[in-house]
């Protein structure tokens, strides 16, 4: 469920473009949780509700009448969210409508589709569950006319298979249209009345006498961008000193605006020939490089003309991975495709903050295009990170950045199925209905043209989309050849980036980790984590790597030294791994009792050398044989069912490697105890709920606390003490003769 608001106010005073803000407010009550933050309450928009305020403003923003200046707020607050079933959706249909019943000018209404693919099947507005499932996720809007906005990625899926689901997803839109008209007869305000901004007819013709084609030879005869930009400037600066007393500033610069695009129209659509003297179908001068960095895993770099990204791959550990606070089921990410655009990558001064929407924005298309590539966690368990850098911009920086994101990829040795690359396509319309598309759009294209059409893929495929127009919308004649145009650039850019490097580099960087990935038992995961992750940081600590343990019990340690890997490796599965009797091993003494010595002879795992076992002679005291901290060598006599083991030093002396037989039975202190028998023997240990009883040299019984006395006691050495001989009966002895129960209380009342 989506509450859907919008507002209007007045223009403000001096602004030359439509102030339209669009918000998504993500409520974490609308899937019963609380926020993640610290504030435990939801602060700054997630990038999935970026991208749904992006995805949202970019259909409707087309649909406000030319010269309208009044500030239009949208806000779409979600307030139940199943989980099951995208709101993006909901939410841009939810706008349309609202937009619709308002007073506000709006020329919709539009409604909006999301397609899936599952074997050869198309699934309308598929659950989070089929999108993961679906080779394609493409979301479709549009008008009764025809579509104005795309959004897609896809797995490798050939354009005859996309346009069919752009064909029913415009169907299913028509559809959704229809209910939104009929809400409106219903409820609908009457549109308000506006004064359009910035157009003068008068100052129009004005312009028109005093630049005549001067506009039109400027774009023929520039050299560049920065070129084209200082003529158009000037000639800009020379129409306002020419009018300034007749017309504002903001009219002055309107007019200038629609010479500008009078006369680039018709140099394409009557000469066929772009501003910078290219054909139709022709991409700007290509070039790629790779291994720029030598610190960094792995590095690209793509020139398109006077386009050029830099792209970088980071890999990490399991616990790189991006954790996810929003209302989807994702809730983790192990790919990241980070995009940057600095004000001097177009010759300008700007303020460097924090990420902007459009470099969300175009991030996360460029993200789209290559994780239909990537290989599967299984096959390649890292966290991989891409940075694209726009050095130079000048029109498809994000298309720039599959190119650079590609090369980086292939550099840093990740085993992508295929080479990606993308192009954009762009769309001049005339007043006759003629049209023309452009292969490679650069900056003035795109900001006069009609469309800017970005398609991502492979040789074999389609793997993103992502469609922007400034008129109402386009045919589906547009769409095919716009389609089938991508799919001849995108082929010649796939030769330039095989030039670069031809295959995938077999090692991963020198600098890069190196992960291995090993499994324990499900069981075995506590052990090691330890408690509150104490033996996990001390491997970390000790070894320098990093531990990332999985619910399913798979371990990936990464460490850029092989030994450090193989040292964690051996920590951890010498924490999981299955103790043996007859096994020798050199550990720890722990700690010390007066019956014996506690030996950490692996992390985290004890086993108790009795007095007994420590020496060849009889032993007094334990102190006498070892201390806390020495390291002993001791071999493995017994293991009871309780998982206890016993050690004994005295079997890896000289003369006794063979006195204890390997299996457990055989290594137990031959003794005859049967229920019944009183037996005098030294109390060796105290605890809270009893007391331990030498019987016979190497043979330890219990007497619990409530068989000491014939009274309830409350503890244990207010009537026994250490060292203190008693007399007690055998009340128990299980199967193995691992334990056995005595009782003093048994002889007290006999």
Known sequence: MILVTVTMSSPREGLDFFPLTVDLEERHYAIGQIPGSFFRREGRPTTQAILTDRLIDRPIRPLFPKGFRNEVQVIATTLSSDRETPFDILALNGVSAALSISDIPFNGPIAATRMGYIDGEFIINPTYEQIAESALDIVVAGSRDGVSMMEAGANEVDEDTVFEAIRIAHETNLEVISLQEDFAKDVGKTKSDFIPHGHDPEAVAKAKEILGTQIYENLRDSQDQDDMRSRLNNL????KSNLSEEFDSSVISGAFEELLDEQF???????????DGRGLREIRPLSADVSLLPRAHGSGLFNRGETQILGVTTLGSDSDAQRLDNLTPEDSKKFMLHYNFPPYSTGETGRIGSTGRRETGHGALAERALSAVLPGNEDFPYTIRIVCEALSSNGSTSMGSVCAGTLALMDAGVPISSPVA?????????DDDEYVT???????????????FKVAGTENGITAIQLDIKVNSISFDVIKDALAQAKEARMQVLNVLAGAIPEVRTEVSEFAPRIEKIMVPVDKIGAVIGPGGKTIRGIVDATGATVDIQDDGTVLIGSVDAESSANAIQMVKDLTREIEVGEVFTGKV?????????????PGTDGMVHISELDNYRVANVEDVVSVGDEITVKVI????????????KATLDGNEDDYPDDAEDSKPEIDVNIGDVITGKVVNIAKFGAFVEIAPGVDGMVHISELETYRIARVDDVVSVGEEITVKVIDVDESGDRIKLSRKALLTD
């Open 590 to 602: 722990a700690k010390i009792a007066s019956f014996g010595a506690f030996v950490e002879i692996l």
């Open 265 to 275: 129209r018709t140099r394409i659509l009557k000469d066929g020939v772009r501003p």
């Open 438 to 452: 452009l292969t490679d759009i650069q900056g003035l294209e795109d900001h006069v043209g009609d469309m800017d």
């Open 638 to 649: 017994a293991k009871d069912n309780s998982g206890r083991i016993k050690l004994s030093r």
């Open 422 to 430: 993308g192009i954009s396509v762009g769309l001049i319309t005339g």
């Open 236 to 239: 800009e600066e020379e129409l």
